[in-house]
Structure formats: structure tokens, C-alpha cells
């Protein structure tokens, strides 16, 4: 059974800093696309970053490029989405995710079959 369980989150200022994790289990690393998503109140999830299961290779959104960086420990099944420079438009509740399927290298939220519960990201101003 793939589970997901992320944590980290929780209340920071403007130009503050978060790690969130995500413990994976269930599925072997490097056959899934696995990615971190966010859904603000009245949003559409967004995809953040994603790496890709075909080539490895790490995608970023642009609203994200350049503050936010994500990284695995494939020995720990778990990845890690390091959020520097956080403004107020960052606050959302946060997800990742893994798809067994899919091998593109963006982040489609709608392709991804296994979800985690959310971790809430506040960012005052």
C-alpha cells in the first residue's frame, strides 16, 4: 500500500524558511514520479516540483524557481522540499505525491494517483 506522510509545516513571517518532508512507503523510489503540490483556499492545486521517474530530472514551477528547492534521500524514502524567501502568496496547504504511471517531467496534479494528508504552510506578512 503506497503511503505518503508529510510534516514541516507551520507558521513562519515574510522571508522566513520551512523543510517539509515527505516519508513514503509502499513503492520503490525510483519507479514513481513524486512531486510536492499546494492548494490555497479558493485555488486550484498547483504542482510545485516534481522529479521526473524517467529521467530524474527536477521540475519547477516559476512562482517557485530560484526560492524553493526539492531534494530525496532514497535510503529514507523521503523527499524534502527545502521553501526559502516565503512570501504571504505561499500560504496553502501543502501535499506531495507519486504516481506509479506517469514519466513526464512536469507536475500535472491530475495524472498523480497517491496523495498525502497535507501540511498546512502559513506565511504573515
Known amino acids: 500500500e503506497v503511503q505518503l506522510v508529510e510534516s514541516g509545516g507551520g507558521l513562519v513571517q515574510a522571508g522566513g524558511s520551512l523543510r517539509l518532508s515527505c516519508a513514503a512507503s509502499g513503492f520503490t523510489f525510483d519507479d514513481y514520479a513524486i512531486g510536492w503540490f499546494r492548494q490555497a483556499p479558493g485555488k486550484e492545486r498547483e504542482g510545485l516540483s516534481c522529479i521526473s521517474s524517467s529521467t530524474g530530472s527536477t521540475y519547477y514551477t516559476d512562482s517557485v524557481k530560484g526560492r524553493f528547492t526539492m531534494s530525496s534521500d532514497n535510503a529514507k524514502n523521503t523527499v524534502y522540499l527545502q521553501m526559502n524567501s516565503l512570501k504571504p502568496e505561499d500560504t496553502a496547504v501543502y501535499y506531495c505525491?507519486?504516481?506509479?504511471?506517469?514519466?513526464?517531467?512536469?507536475?500535472?496534479?491530475?495524472?498523480?494517483?497517491?496523495w498525502g494528508q497535507g501540511t498546512q504552510v502559513t506565511v504573515s506578512s
Open positions: 505525491a507519486a504516481d506509479g504511471d506517469y514519466s513526464g517531467t512536469y507536475c500535472p496534479s491530475s495524472v498523480y494517483d497517491y
